[in-house]
Structure formats: C-alpha cells, structure tokens
C-alpha cells in the first residue's frame, strides 16, 4: 500500500521556500521512505538542485538511510563527494556512503579519493570509518587505510584507521603487518588500545600478529595497551601456548586489579584444558586479591577446567574456606560446569546445600547437582533431602528441577518423592512430587499407584491436575492409570 506521508513530504520539498521545512522534510524521508524508489529519486533530485549547505547534509545522510544498494543514490552522494565545496555536504555524503554502499567499488573509490584530497581531519575520519563499514575485503579500501595508518599526523584519524582495518581486513596480510609495525611504532596508549584489539579481530592464529601483541603486553606500562593486548589475544590466541604464557606473566607481574581481571578473564576464553593456565588461576585463588578479580579466576576455571582435578579441589577449597556467599555461588556454579560425576565435587556441593544459609547458594548447590550427579545416590538423597525440608519456594522449585534431570529411573528418586507425595501436608510440595515423578518414572508402577491414588483423594484442583498430567507421561499402556483417567472424566463436572 502506497504511503501518504512520502508523497506529502515530496510535495513539501519541491515546493515550500522554506529551508527548515524542507529540512525536516528530507529528513521525515529518511525515516519512513527505506527502499521507496520515488522517495529516493526526490532525495537525489534535491542534491542535485539545491545548493544550501544546511539541507545538503540530512538529505544526503537520510539518503543513506535509505537507499541501501540503489545506484543512483550511490552515484548521487559520489557525485555531491566530488562536487561540493562545504565540509557539511561531504560529510553527509561519506557517511550516506558508508550506509548505502556495501562492496560498491563505485563508493569505495569515493570514500578513498576523499581520504586523499580532503585537508579537514573530521571528514577524514568519517572516511575511513565509512570504509570500515562498506569495504569488507576489498584490497583499495586496505590499501587507503593502511596508507592512512602510516602517514596521518592527527592521533584520532589514525585511531580510526586502525580500527576501520579491524572491521574489513580480515586474514589481509598487508593490513596484519601494518598494524603490527604500528604497533611497534607508536607510543601513544590513546592508539595502542585499539589498534591492538583491530589486530586482534583480523589476525586470527597468525603467528606475527600473536607475538606482537605478546610484545606489547610485556613492554607497555600503560593500562589501556596492555588491556588491548588481551582483547586481541583472546579473539587470535586460542589454544596459542605462547599467547596463554603471556596472560600468565601478566597475571603474576601485574599490579593493577583490572588488567589482572581481565588477564583471568582472557584465559578463560582462549586456556580450555590448559594446564598452565589452569594453574595459574588456581594460583590466583590461594593470594590475598580483589574480589572481582578472584571472582573472575572462579568463573574462568569453570569455562576451562572441565574434569580437570586440579581446578575442582581447587574450587572445592574455595567453597570450604570463603565466607563471602557471592564467591560461594561463582564456585559451585564453575563445579557444575566441569565437575560431571566427579565424586569430590557432588560432596562438596551437598555439604554446601545442607549447611549453608543462604538461599541463593543453597540453589545454585541444587542447580550443580543437576548438572553434574546423573544417577548419583548422595546427590539424589541431598536433593530429595532439600525438597522435603526448604521453606523456599525457589529453592524447592530447582530442587524438583535439578532432580529430574539426574533421577531418571532411579528407586531412590522415585521412592523418595512417592514418600513426599503420601506424607506432605503442603500443596506446593504435592505439586512439585507429582510433576517431577512425572518426569522421571515411566512405567513405574509405585509411582504410578501413588498418583492414582492422589488423584482420587485430593481436593485441591491444581494437584489434581498436575496427577493427572504426570500418569499421561509415564502410565501409557497402563491399565491402572488408564482406568483412573477414565473415571476423573465420567466422575468430574469441571
């Protein structure tokens, strides 16, 4: 259905004098005319009649919003690039260009004819950064950028050079070795920062690439570079022993908390099974350090340390001595990750589950429990345990969860929430009972003569409900439970 508006807001900008009106009329365009072909034909008509600077900018830019892929609105902005003498209108352009014109050779040679002519740093930076966002791959774009890199004297259009070959210069040799000499080049952080992180985002395993940011982790003495340096190993060192001995040195040198946490953070993306890294953040919990940079060892440990029996007697140590119930959760959360049916690592999560206080551990201990105690006698009998007896609502609710993720078939599980279910006076509880045996024991017929016989005697109606779903799931075939379903139909006036 054709849209009103576009026609009005045409009809206003062909024919009103005045300039704020045809303003916000070009504008108005760019916000509802997205691929419209006679919204973008008037827009391109406008930049090539009007000459008033103060509209050439958002007509162009709502032009770029507009028509994405259209040639003549690419040919439009290229021509108003190359003819206008107002740094307004060309800037509109660039960034119209950088909207519009992805993989447009058209648009790329504009964008880096720009970056060679013009003198005003602003338009640039808008260049380069329209190149980052249209010339993906494209060896001109590359070219104009690194070029840019090496020969720019203001500090923010190199900054935005390095960054625009993080976004297009994936894999591009002549891009990774340029920011690598820049790297070894410069000393201002202000730039280190992100050209690290762009280096990061393009050479991927490339061995240059690793060592110079290795280089510059070890050399700086500037927070920010170093930081950058860890992004961009975390992005192309993974499994790299080089990349995760350097982010170990940093971790034991540093004496800033923030690089530290992000050294942990960064090895617990590229460090999984590692041992050296392992060791490293299980270092880090044994000295006196912040809490958020401890924080971080924990959850790092639980992102690499799958099975590994140092990481979980580690986090089981952390669990036996720490009184901060944050750092408690973060523990038994990194044992429900890498701890599946490790026996030291059920222990110690049910010992937190029966002494703990605090709620939010007590369910973080039930939720590792159903991650890692599949058919686990001490986890099941713990679970059961914390149904029976929690007041909380939550904590009951994971407990049901988390055993019906490891209690499948299992006598125990199964007896247990069958006892629940017969001598419970709580509603909620008979709910929860009936629900998880429900998930847990198929063709069970205990379970299934409990449920019958909660069907026939309760009151309540949600329970009821619930009783009757759960012997759907596991009474197929059953003539016990069919002959119980059949008599709630005949005998229910809901």
């Known amino acids: 259905m054709k849209d009103k508006r576009i026609d009005e807001l045409i009809n206003i900008l062909?024919?009103?004098?005045?300039?704020?009106?045809?303003?916000?009329?070009?504008?108005?365009?760019?916000?509802?005319?997205?691929?419209?072909?006679?919204?973008?034909?008037?827009?391109?008509?406008?930049?090539?009649?009007?000459?008033?600077?103060?509209i050439l900018n958002p007509a162009a830019e709502s032009l770029g919003k507009i028509g994405k892929g259209n040639e003549t609105a690419i040919s439009a902005l290229v021509k108003l690039l190359e003819t206008s003498t107002d740094v307004g209108p060309r800037i509109g352009a660039a960034q119209g260009l950088g909207k519009i014109g992805q993989g447009n050779e058209t648009a790329i040679s504009a964008l880096v004819k720009l970056l060679e002519t013009s003198t005003d740093e602003f338009t640039r930076i808008l260049a380069a950064e329209s190149l980052g966002k249209i010339g993906k791959d494209n060896e001109t774009a590359i070219s104009a950028l690194v070029k840019l890199l090496e020969t720019s004297t203001d500090e923010d259009t190199r900054k935005r050079a390095a960054q625009g070959l993080g976004e297009i210069g994936k894999g591009n040799e002549t891009a990774i070795l340029a920011l690598v000499k820049f790297l070894e080049t410069t000393t201002h952080f202000y730039i280190l920062n992100p050209a690290a992180e762009s280096l990061g985002k393009i050479g991927q395993g490339n061995e240059t690439a690793i060592s110079a940011l290795v280089k510059l982790l070890e050399t700086s003495t500037d927070v920010g570079p170093r930081i950058g340096a860890a992004q961009g190993l975390v992005q192309i060192g993974k499994d790299n022993e080089t990349a995760i001995s350097a982010l170990v040195k940093l971790l034991e040198t540093?004496?800033?908390?923030?690089?530290?946490?992000?050294a942990a953070e960064s090895l617990g993306k590229i460090g999984k099974g590692n041992e050296t890294a392992i060791s490293a953040l299980v270092n880090l919990l044994k000295t006196p350090t912040d809490k958020s940079t401890r924080s971080?060892?924990?959850?790092?440990?639980?992102?690499?340390?799958?099975?590994?029996?140092?990481?979980i007697s580690a986090l089981v140590n952390l669990l036996e001595i720490t009184t901060d119930e944050d750092i408690r959760i973060l523990a038994a959360q990194s044992l429900g990750q890498i701890g599946k049916d490790n026996e030291t690592a059920i222990s110690a999560l049910v010992n937190l589950l029966e002494t703990s206080t605090d709620e939010s551990t007590r369910r973080q201990a039930a939720e590792s429990l159903g991650q890692i105690g599949k058919d686990n006698e001490t986890a099941i009998s713990a679970l059961v345990k914390l149904l029976e007896t929690t007041t909380d609502e939550f904590t009951r609710i994971q407990a049901a969860?988390?055993?019906?993720?490891?209690?499948?078939?299992?006598e125990t599980a199964i007896s247990a929430l069958v006892n629940l279910l017969e001598t419970t006076t709580d509603e909620s509880t008979r709910i929860l009972a009936a629900e998880s045996l429900g998930q847990i024991a198929k063709d069970n017929e205990t379970a299934i003569s409990a449920l019958v016989n909660l069907l026939e005697t309760t009151t309540d109606e949600s329970t009821r409900i619930l009783a009757a779903e759960s012997l759907g799931q596991i009474g197929k075939d059953n003539e016990t439970a069919i002959s119980a379903l059949v008599n709630l139909l005949e005998t229910t006036t809901d």
Do not use: P
């Not at 540093?254 to 992000?262: A, G, L, M, P, V």
């Not at 969860?401 to 299992?410: A, C, T, V, Y």
């Open 401 to 410: 969860k988390s055993l019906n993720q490891i209690g499948k078939d299992n």
């Open 14 to 54: 062909k024919t009103t004098t005045d300039e704020d009106t045809r303003r916000r009329a070009a504008q108005g365009l760019g916000q509802i005319g997205t691929g419209n072909e006679t919204a973008i034909l008037a827009l391109v008509k406008f930049l090539e009649t009007t000459t008033h600077f103060y």
């Open 296 to 311: 971080q060892a924990v959850k790092s440990l639980g992102q690499i340390g799958k099975d590994n029996k140092t990481a």
């Open 254 to 262: 540093s004496t800033n908390e923030f690089t530290r946490k992000r």
